[in-house]
């Protein structure tokens, strides 16, 4: 980790100073994941005895649409 890398020339003298101090003063450490764990919930499916109906309704919907966009078409 001692290995030099080339400056970054985005940063002046001064900077690339304080960033090395810094870093001596607080190093980088890697922590341990932390695992989170959650109950599982029971849930009820979701309601779709009316999917179809709706996607008629929208079948319908579309038609009527272009019905009207051909007839002013003409």
Known sequence: ???K????????EEERVEFERLEKEH???EIEEEIIRVPVQQKAAADTKHD???LLIFIIVMAVFLVIIFITQI
Request: no cysteine; glycine share 0%.
């Open 1 to 3: 980790m001692n290995e």
């Open 52 to 54: 179809l109906l709706y």
């Open 27 to 29: 190093p980088y450490k």
């Open 5 to 12: 890398l080339e400056h970054d020339p985005d940063f002046t």
